[in-house]
């Protein structure tokens, strides 16, 4: 059996205010399909964050459709759960726009419910279109989902209910605990527990791919979410093969997908300038990006450190990031200047006291406010810069109320 594995598709996500075209998700989605049509692949499965809210728009439900059909002409079936993203929290009763492709046949959608005596796994319904366990080609496919904070021990519980003997494969929305700036995350030692019940663990969430021991795998997000995730390379679906109720091999691929570009650029020669600091300051930046292939749909990611000068030049983040659009000719160009060291006064370069730069002040102005309330925990000072450069970087409410969940009790 020839499985595609991917995850974290977010179709519908939103970059830069707006600056970037949501439908480089839906074309990497598209892109993967057609490579699963051409290899005949016998299944697809997705490991949740098919959408990245759980409220989307029209067009972004087209775009779901548009795949799914496809894999459903060439009689291709999808297993699918869902991820944190998909739903309103994890507990809610809400419908989920999931659940609305389960019911049009386009998906296999599985979920693993909870009540006091632990999780509820029944067998997939055809009628009903709903249920934990799906079983093809004598393989069971059991989907846990997305579990939050109680990943480890809600594993455990699923594990504990599962008759021996028959080969499995897991579908779970979760990465290692150890990855930092997520939650909800699983140990070495969940990892061998899974491993005597499954043969595969397809894994989402991270965005990063990941391989442990050659069986439990999370292929990477197909498209960059965030700027950051372009040094995340090759990752975008995994090719797994399952030969007599065995596994045989795995390999993550690579789709395509928009060009970002890195570009970090010390500003310090242009302290000295007294005047044209504007025009040196965009110059100087050209300098090092004009050396670079740079393609029409590029993404420019530059990152300013150094010192300057404040009272020579306040930084117009917009404007700076407008003009080197338009002289470089490509979709977008983000500015980052949170490690610029900024000072005022008549100094040369070498004589320029070295002041705090944009992130050192936050983090003193909140732990200042902190101390004020009788709050000295410097995870706190972390959690509150966490949340704002989450709102200041168009988080989705499902991104940060994750965060607040995954927050030490003791914190808050």
């Given at each position: 059996?020839?499985?595609?594995?991917?995850?974290?598709?977010?179709?519908?996500?939103?970059?830069?205010?707006?600056?970037?075209?949501?439908?480089?998700?839906?074309?990497?989605?598209?892109?993967?399909?057609?490579r699963?049509?051409?290899?005949?692949?016998?299944?697809?499965?997705?490991?949740?964050?098919?959408?990245?809210?759980?409220?989307?728009?029209?067009?972004?439900?087209?775009?779901?459709?548009?795949?799914?059909?496809?894999?459903?002409?060439?009689?291709?079936?999808?297993?699918?759960?869902?991820?944190?993203?998909?739903?309103?929290?994890?507990?809610?009763?809400?419908?989920?726009?999931?659940?609305?492709?389960?019911?049009?046949?386009?998906?296999?959608?599985?979920?693993?419910?909870?009540?006091?005596?632990?999780?509820?796994?029944?067998?997939?319904?055809?009628?009903?279109?709903?249920?934990?366990i799906?079983?093809?080609?004598?393989?069971?496919?059991?989907?846990?989902?997305?579990?939050?904070?109680?990943?480890?021990?809600?594993?455990?519980?699923?594990?504990?209910?599962?008759?021996?003997?028959?080969?499995?494969?897991?579908?779970?929305?979760?990465?290692?605990?150890?990855?930092?700036?997520?939650?909800?995350?699983?140990?070495?030692?969940?990892?061998?527990?899974?491993k005597?019940?499954?043969?595969?663990?397809?894994?989402?969430?991270?965005?990063?791919?990941?391989?442990?021991?050659?069986?439990?795998?999370?292929?990477?997000?197909?498209?960059?979410?965030?700027?950051?995730?372009?040094?995340?390379?090759?990752?975008?679906?995994?090719?797994?093969e399952?030969?007599?109720?065995?596994?045989?091999?795995?390999?993550?691929?690579s789709?395509?997908?928009?060009?970002?570009?890195?570009?970090?650029?010390?500003?310090?020669?242009?302290?000295?300038?007294?005047?044209?600091?504007?025009?040196?300051?965009?110059?100087?930046?050209?300098?090092?990006?004009?050396?670079?292939?740079?393609?029409?749909?590029?993404?420019?990611?530059?990152?300013?450190?150094?010192?300057m000068?404040?009272?020579?030049?306040?930084?117009d983040?917009?404007?700076?990031?407008?003009?080197?659009?338009?002289?470089?000719?490509?979709?977008?160009?983000?500015?980052?200047?949170?490690?610029?060291?900024?000072?005022?006064?008549?100094?040369?370069?070498?004589?320029?006291?070295?002041?705090?730069?944009?992130?050192?002040?936050?983090?003193?102005?909140?732990?200042?406010?902190?101390?004020?309330?009788?709050?000295?925990?410097?995870?706190?000072?972390?959690?509150?810069?966490?949340?704002?450069?989450?709102?200041?970087?168009?988080?989705?409410?499902?991104?940060?109320?994750?965060?607040?969940?995954?927050?030490p009790?003791?914190?808050?």
């Amino acid at each position: 059996m020839k499985i595609f594995h991917l995850a974290d598709l977010h179709l519908g996500r939103r970059r830069l205010h707006g600056r970037l075209s949501d439908q480089d998700f839906s074309d990497a989605f598209l892109e993967i399909v057609k490579r699963a049509v051409d290899e005949s692949a016998d299944l697809l499965l997705i490991a949740g964050d098919l959408f990245d809210s759980h409220q989307i728009a029209p067009r972004h439900l087209r775009q779901a459709i548009l795949s799914l059909s496809l894999l459903r002409e060439k009689g291709i079936p999808v297993i699918a759960i869902e991820g944190n993203h998909d739903r309103a929290s994890l507990n809610s009763q809400e419908g989920t726009w999931l659940e609305y492709l389960a019911d049009e046949e386009l998906l296999i959608l599985l979920q693993t419910l909870f009540d006091r005596s632990g999780p509820i796994l029944t067998d997939w319904c055809s009628k009903k279109r709903r249920g934990s366990i799906y079983t093809l080609n004598g393989i069971r496919f059991v989907g846990a989902g997305y579990l939050g904070a109680s990943t480890p021990t809600r594993l455990q519980a699923i594990t504990e209910k599962l008759d021996a003997g028959t080969p499995s494969v897991l579908l779970l929305h979760a990465g290692p605990s150890y990855f930092v700036g997520e939650g909800g995350g699983f140990q070495g030692k969940d990892l061998k527990n899974l491993k005597k019940h499954f043969i595969y663990v397809a894994l989402g969430h991270m965005h990063k791919p990941m391989i442990h021991d050659h069986w439990a795998v999370n292929p990477g997000s197909p498209e960059n979410c965030r700027l950051s995730e372009a040094s995340y390379e090759n990752r975008g679906y995994a090719v797994v093969e399952i030969c007599e109720e065995k596994l045989r091999s795995v390999e993550i691929h690579s789709n395509s997908r928009r060009p970002i570009i890195e570009c970090s650029v010390d500003c310090s020669p242009i302290a000295k300038f007294r005047k044209g600091v504007w025009e040196k300051l965009l110059e100087h930046i050209l300098l090092g990006l004009r050396k670079k292939e740079l393609s029409e749909n590029a993404v420019i990611h530059v990152r300013l450190s150094g010192s300057m000068n404040i009272r020579r030049l306040a930084v117009d983040k917009a404007s700076l990031e407008k003009t080197l659009e338009e002289e470089l000719a490509v979709e977008a160009v983000f500015i980052d200047h949170e490690d610029l060291h900024l000072f005022a006064g008549r100094y040369n370069t070498e004589e320029a006291p070295q002041r705090s730069s944009r992130k050192e002040l936050e983090r003193k102005a909140i732990q200042s406010l902190l101390m004020e309330e009788g709050k000295e925990d410097p995870s706190l000072v972390d959690l509150c810069l966490q949340l704002k450069h989450a709102v200041e970087k168009q988080s989705t409410p499902e991104e940060i109320l994750e965060s607040l969940l995954q927050a030490p009790a003791e914190v808050l």
